[in-house]
């Protein structure tokens, strides 16, 4: 059975919702249905269907003054697992933010702010209080 992450983001609130789904789940977090009506869509391959056969899937919505992100993406590790995206104005990844939902060594998940000030990721702090995982 594959298994997938998911990370439901909505900047500005800083608020994340990190969940594990499996193919088989009937109510799947990610859906299809809005993409390009009231949310954009993009899919590693291109035109693949999450939870069958995409390797990455995420989506972009306007919420209000929110833009809501939602990642999703095939695990490969059964210990070492994670989904995230990072923004900067550079075409490479240094000088990125990060916003990541991983899973280290089995343990429980968590989700993560962080920096990459080159070619590698620092953790930044961030309010835990308003973190969620589903």
């Given at each position: 059975?594959?298994?997938?992450?998911?990370?439901?983001i909505?900047?500005?609130?800083?608020?994340?919702?990190?969940?594990?789904?499996?193919?088989?789940?009937g109510?799947?977090?990610?859906?299809?249905?809005?993409?390009?009506?009231?949310?954009?869509?993009m899919?590693?391959?291109?035109?693949?269907?999450?939870?069958?056969?995409?390797?990455h899937?995420?989506?972009?919505?306007?919420?209000g003054?929110?833009?809501v992100?939602?990642?999703?993406?095939?695990?490969?590790s059964?210990?070492?697992?994670?989904?995230?995206?990072?923004f900067?104005?550079?075409?490479?990844?240094?000088?990125?933010?990060?916003?990541?939902c991983?899973?280290?060594?089995g343990?429980?998940?968590?989700?993560a702010?962080?920096?990459?000030?080159?070619?590698?990721n620092?953790?930044?702090p961030?309010?835990?209080?308003?973190?969620?995982?589903?």
């Amino acid at each position: 059975m594959i298994k997938f992450l998911t990370l439901l983001i909505p900047i500005l609130s800083f608020y994340y919702i990190c969940v594990e789904a499996q193919n088989s789940a009937g109510n799947l977090p990610f859906s299809t249905t809005e993409c390009g009506q009231t949310k954009g869509c993009m899919f590693h391959p291109d035109n693949c269907i999450p939870f069958v056969n995409c390797v990455h899937a995420t989506s972009y919505s306007l919420n209000g003054n929110q833009v809501v992100f939602e990642l999703l993406t095939m695990l490969r590790s059964p210990t070492n697992q994670w989904v995230g995206i990072g923004f900067n104005n550079a075409p490479q990844m240094d000088g990125s933010t990060v916003t990541a939902c991983a899973s280290f060594n089995g343990g429980p998940y968590s989700t993560a702010l962080s920096y990459n000030p080159a070619m590698y990721n620092l953790n930044a702090p961030i309010d835990q209080v308003n973190m969620f995982l589903v």
